[in-house]
C-alpha cells in the first residue's frame, strides 16, 4: 500500500488512534521504519494518536536506540482500543504470534 492509499485510508475512516505494530523481538529496522511513518502520518494527520507499539519486546541492539532517539514504543499497546493498525516489517500477521488472533478479530482489513 502507498502512503497516499494509506493516508486516504485513514482519513476515510476518521481514525483517532492509530496502532504502528512491530513485529516479535522488533529489530532497529522495524522501529525506525515505524518512528519515520509516525513522523510522516503526524505531519498529515496532526490531531490523530499515532503509537508504536511492540507488544513481544524489542531486540538488545534496538533498545540502544532509545539512548540516542527520542522514540517512544509501547511494549503493551492496546489493540482493541486502536481504530487503525499498521504492521511494519512483517510479511505476515502470524509474526505476531499470540496477537495475531486479536488483529485477525479486527473488522475492515486491508
Same mark, same amino acid.
Given at each position: 500500500?502507498?502512503?497516499?492509499?494509506?493516508? #486516504?485510508?485513514?482519513? +476515510?475512516? /476518521?481514525?483517532?488512534?492509530? !496502532?504502528?505494530?512491530?513485529?516479535?523481538?522488533? +529489530?532497529?529496522?522495524?522501529?525506525?521504519?515505524a518512528y519515520a511513518l #509516525?513522523?510522516?502520518?503526524?505531519?498529515?494527520? *496532526?490531531?490523530?494518536?499515532?503509537?508504536?507499539g511492540c507488544p513481544q519486546?524489542?531486540?538488545?541492539?534496538?533498545?540502544? !536506540?532509545?539512548?540516542?532517539?527520542?522514540?517512544?514504543?509501547?511494549?503493551? *499497546?492496546?489493540?482493541?482500543? =486502536?481504530?487503525?493498525?499498521? !504492521?511494519?516489517?512483517?510479511? %505476515?500477521?502470524? #509474526?505476531?504470534?499470540?496477537? =495475531?488472533? =486479536?488483529?485477525?478479530? %479486527?473488522?475492515? #482489513? /486491508?
Open positions: 500500500m502507498s502512503f497516499k492509499e494509506l493516508l #486516504q485510508l485513514l482519513e +476515510d475512516t /476518521k481514525a483517532s488512534f492509530v !496502532l504502528l505494530l512491530c513485529h516479535r523481538s522488533a +529489530d532497529a529496522d522495524a522501529i525506525c521504519s #509516525q513522523g510522516l502520518l503526524k505531519r498529515f494527520l *496532526p490531531n490523530v494518536v499515532i503509537e508504536i519486546g524489542v531486540n538488545k541492539p534496538a533498545k540502544l !536506540l532509545f539512548e540516542y532517539m527520542p522514540i517512544t514504543v509501547n511494549l503493551k *499497546p492496546n489493540i482493541e482500543s =486502536a481504530e487503525a493498525i499498521v !504492521l511494519l516489517d512483517m510479511n %505476515t500477521v502470524e #509474526q505476531l504470534d499470540e496477537f =495475531a488472533g =486479536a488483529i485477525n478479530k %479486527t473488522p475492515n #482489513q /486491508k
